[in-house]
Nanobody, 115 residues
Framework: QVQLVESGGGLVQPGGSLRLSCAAS????????MGWYRQAPGKQRELVAA???????NYADSVKGRFTISRDNAKKTVYLQMNSLKPEDTAVYYC?????????WGQGTQVTVSS
Protein backbone atom coordinates (compact mmCIF):
# COMPACT_ATOMS: atom_id res chain seq x y z
CA GLN A 1 0.00 0.00 0.00
CA VAL A 2 1.23 3.48 -0.90
CA GLN A 3 -0.10 6.80 0.35
CA LEU A 4 0.65 9.94 -1.63
CA VAL A 5 0.46 13.47 -0.25
CA GLU A 6 0.83 16.46 -2.56
CA SER A 7 1.87 19.95 -1.52
CA GLY A 8 3.02 23.19 -3.07
CA GLY A 9 -0.07 24.33 -4.93
CA GLY A 10 -1.45 27.83 -4.72
CA LEU A 11 -2.21 31.03 -6.55
CA VAL A 12 0.44 32.45 -8.88
CA GLN A 13 0.49 35.15 -11.52
CA PRO A 14 1.00 34.31 -15.20
CA GLY A 15 4.69 33.83 -15.90
CA GLY A 16 5.36 32.74 -12.34
CA SER A 17 6.66 29.47 -10.94
CA LEU A 18 5.58 26.81 -8.47
CA ARG A 19 7.11 23.57 -7.31
CA LEU A 20 4.81 20.71 -6.40
CA SER A 21 5.95 17.90 -4.14
CA CYS A 22 4.49 14.46 -3.64
CA ALA A 23 5.63 12.50 -0.61
CA ALA A 24 5.03 8.77 -0.63
CA SER A 25 4.74 6.42 2.30
CA UNK A 26 5.01 2.68 2.13
CA UNK A 27 7.61 0.41 0.65
CA UNK A 28 9.17 -0.07 -2.76
CA UNK A 29 8.87 3.54 -3.92
CA UNK A 30 11.70 2.97 -6.35
CA UNK A 31 9.75 0.47 -8.44
CA UNK A 32 6.93 2.84 -9.29
CA UNK A 33 6.57 5.07 -12.30
CA MET A 34 5.58 8.40 -10.78
CA GLY A 35 3.39 10.85 -12.59
CA TRP A 36 1.66 14.17 -12.27
CA TYR A 37 -1.80 14.54 -13.76
CA ARG A 38 -4.15 17.49 -13.77
CA GLN A 39 -7.85 18.06 -14.11
CA ALA A 40 -9.41 21.40 -14.96
CA PRO A 41 -13.11 22.08 -14.37
CA GLY A 42 -15.23 20.36 -17.00
CA LYS A 43 -12.26 18.53 -18.49
CA GLN A 44 -10.86 15.04 -18.26
CA ARG A 45 -7.83 14.25 -16.16
CA GLU A 46 -4.70 14.38 -18.28
CA LEU A 47 -1.09 13.33 -17.89
CA VAL A 48 1.27 16.23 -17.34
CA ALA A 49 4.57 14.43 -16.78
CA ALA A 50 5.91 11.06 -15.69
CA UNK A 51 9.22 9.61 -14.58
CA UNK A 52 10.14 5.95 -14.48
CA UNK A 53 12.16 4.14 -11.85
CA UNK A 54 15.15 4.50 -14.17
CA UNK A 55 14.70 8.24 -14.54
CA UNK A 56 13.21 8.39 -18.03
CA UNK A 57 10.72 11.21 -18.40
CA ASN A 58 7.88 12.18 -20.68
CA TYR A 59 5.79 15.32 -20.85
CA ALA A 60 2.56 16.55 -22.32
CA ASP A 61 3.25 18.73 -25.34
CA SER A 62 1.57 21.67 -23.61
CA VAL A 63 4.17 21.75 -20.81
CA LYS A 64 7.37 20.75 -22.60
CA GLY A 65 10.13 23.23 -21.93
CA ARG A 66 8.26 24.76 -18.99
CA PHE A 67 7.77 21.90 -16.50
CA THR A 68 10.34 19.49 -15.09
CA ILE A 69 9.60 16.29 -13.20
CA SER A 70 12.18 14.75 -10.88
CA ARG A 71 12.32 12.19 -8.10
CA ASP A 72 14.36 11.62 -4.97
CA ASN A 73 14.14 7.93 -4.17
CA ALA A 74 15.88 8.32 -0.81
CA LYS A 75 13.18 10.79 0.27
CA LYS A 76 10.39 8.91 -1.53
CA THR A 77 9.37 12.17 -3.13
CA VAL A 78 8.57 13.31 -6.64
CA TYR A 79 8.62 16.94 -7.71
CA LEU A 80 7.11 19.01 -10.48
CA GLN A 81 8.85 22.29 -11.17
CA MET A 82 6.50 24.54 -13.11
CA ASN A 83 7.86 27.66 -14.78
CA SER A 84 6.31 30.23 -17.12
CA LEU A 85 2.88 29.32 -15.85
CA LYS A 86 -0.16 30.18 -17.95
CA PRO A 87 -3.82 30.60 -17.00
CA GLU A 88 -4.55 27.38 -18.89
CA ASP A 89 -2.36 25.52 -16.39
CA THR A 90 -5.02 26.13 -13.76
CA ALA A 91 -6.22 22.76 -12.46
CA VAL A 92 -6.13 20.32 -9.60
CA TYR A 93 -2.83 18.47 -9.85
CA TYR A 94 -2.70 14.83 -8.78
CA CYS A 95 0.26 12.64 -7.97
CA UNK A 96 0.20 9.05 -9.25
CA UNK A 97 2.26 5.97 -8.48
CA UNK A 98 1.96 3.10 -10.91
CA UNK A 99 3.42 -0.37 -11.26
CA UNK A 100 2.36 -3.34 -13.36
CA UNK A 101 -0.34 -4.34 -10.91
CA UNK A 102 -0.87 -1.30 -8.69
CA UNK A 103 -2.09 2.25 -9.18
CA UNK A 104 -2.30 4.90 -6.45
CA TRP A 105 -3.50 8.51 -6.39
CA GLY A 106 -2.99 11.45 -4.08
CA GLN A 107 -5.78 13.77 -3.00
CA GLY A 108 -4.73 16.58 -5.33
CA THR A 109 -3.50 20.13 -4.91
CA GLN A 110 -5.02 23.20 -6.53
CA VAL A 111 -2.93 25.36 -8.84
CA THR A 112 -4.47 28.63 -9.96
CA VAL A 113 -2.73 30.92 -12.44
CA SER A 114 -4.36 34.32 -12.49
CA SER A 115 -3.54 37.99 -12.32
Amino acid sequence: QVQLVESGGGLVQPGGSLRLSCAASGSNFIIYTMGWYRQAPGKQRELVAAITSGGSTNYADSVKGRFTISRDNAKKTVYLQMNSLKPEDTAVYYCNARSVIQNYWGQGTQVTVSS
